[in-house]
């Protein structure tokens, strides 16, 4: 391809991408039965989200559904039918661009284009005289051109890209329910370009990846470790405090999250997960399944060589004043991921993984913090996780930290309702 060619597209994209991108797909539940995530999005303003209970309510509803997921590739959407799980068209009403999409996708797609556009549901989906959403209906313009946009999108990565989601709602809108098309003016004075300085004497990933098990205390102190017992409050984004529970042995992991609703356990054993909330008890789909995989390993960070493959040197960037040194690879399932080590403690501070989509990246960052000394090795007693939907998000604070508990396999079994 051109470099006039790639010109062209680009304009095609940023002219289509101006108009405004909305959700394209519509839930098929009823007012009286509304998804986690439709109720959490049904309220615009603070009166409605106080009717809707309080912030730890909303959280707990939220994680029911909105996992960050992914897809295997980038291929096109009908490529995902071949799966055995229900797609959007068989699990939702009225769902025309996205169909062949695994069903289990979708919220975590909403959710991005949420953020992309710095919009909510109701920006193309439709209110009823009772503030319910009613998802599969066309009233709203905006929803009809987002069909548009997300079909543009995906043809776009196909023609210019080698089906690579080079270009996604983010690339022109970055937070807008319209693009900026015009630069500000007056023009801002751009500096003259320095030459790059050649990095050399970078250590190589296995050394970082090495100084960082040192770090934590070494080989034969981490194998020792077969357990791990932590608690300590959850912090949600969106406000508000909870109690955590947190078990960990092996291929096993249980979150415990006591709100004033009730409890809400994630647990996950082996090539099988479970929800349980006040509402119900229930399997979790292949991709919620990555969700608490993903968590799981977060609060288990001395396994963090087994999942990389193949590591390469990310450069170097500095995390609230710190300098890191950045390793990046891909896990088994495809998905990128990014390892920031601090340079002067040799410590894990940052992991961002990034889940593939039909429209591009989707993130899940990792952030590790308040490193302290359990049986002599170093631990993170806070991990905050940050998404594209502010329910997921929220900062847990560990007060106390055990090695090598007794564990009860109970705790790892599907639960009862």
């Not at 304009?11 to 109720?39: Q, R």
């Not at 959710?111 to 209110?127: A, E, P």
């Not at 960070?301 to 300098?323: A, S, V």
Request: aromatic share 6%; with cysteine.
């Amino acid at each position: 391809m051109t470099k006039e060619t790639f010109k062209r597209l680009m304009l095609v994209a940023s002219s289509g991408m101006a108009l405004v991108f909305s959700f394209a797909t519509d839930h098929a539940t009823s007012a009286d039965s509304l998804t986690p995530s439709a109720t959490l999005h049904s309220a615009s303003t603070p009166d409605a989200d106080a009717a809707n209970g309080n912030e730890a309510h909303l959280w707990a509803a939220f994680i029911q559904q909105a996992q960050p997921t992914a897809t295997p590739t980038a291929a096109p959407v009908a490529a995902a039918s071949q799966t055995t799980a229900p797609t959007a068209e068989q699990k939702y009403k009225n769902i025309q661009v996205l169909k062949g999409l695994p069903a289990a996708q979708l919220p975590a797609l909403m959710h991005l284009f949420s953020t992309s556009l710095g919009v909510r549901c109701d920006h193309c989906h439709v209110r009823n005289a009772n503030n319910e959403m009613e998802w599969d209906k066309d009233d709203k313009p905006d929803k009809k051109t987002a069909r548009k946009m997300i079909q543009m999108t995906i043809d776009l990565n196909k023609a210019a890209f080698n089906n690579r989601t080079e270009v996604s709602c983010y690339t022109c809108h970055q937070g807008h329910d319209h693009p900026l098309s015009i630069p500000p003016l007056p023009a801002a004075i751009v500096p003259a370009e320095m030459p790059r300085p050649a990095l050399t004497g970078m250590p190589a990933p296995e050394q970082i990846l090495e100084q960082y098990v040192q770090a934590v205390g070494g080989k034969e102190a981490i194998a020792k470790v077969t357990s791990r017992h932590l608690k300590g409050q959850y912090l949600p984004q969106r406000g508000g405090q909870v109690a955590v529970d947190v078990l960990l042995a092996g291929d096993k992991f249980s979150s415990t999250v006591t709100t004033p609703q009730g409890v809400i356990q994630r647990i996950l054993n082996g090539t099988k997960g479970w929800l349980l909330d006040p509402k119900e008890g229930r399997e979790l789909d292949s991709e919620e399944l990555i969700t608490v995989r993903d968590m799981a390993e977060a609060f288990d960070t001395l396994k963090l060589k087994e999942p990389f493959p193949k590591m390469t040197f990310g450069g170097k960037d500095k995390i609230n004043e710190r300098e890191v040194v950045i390793l990046r690879g891909a896990l088994p399932d495809k998905r990128r991921v990014r390892l920031f080590f601090d340079t002067a403690s040799g410590l894990l501070l940052r992991k961002v993984i990034y889940n593939n989509t039909i429209v591009g990246p989707d993130p899940v960052q990792f952030d590790f913090d308040d490193y302290q000394a359990v049986d002599g090795i170093k631990v993170p007693f806070t991990v905050r996780i940050s998404y594209t939907e502010p329910g997921f998000s929220g900062t847990r604070k560990f007060t106390e930290i055990k090695h090598n508990v007794a564990v009860d396999e109970t705790k790892f079994a599907m639960p009862k309702k």
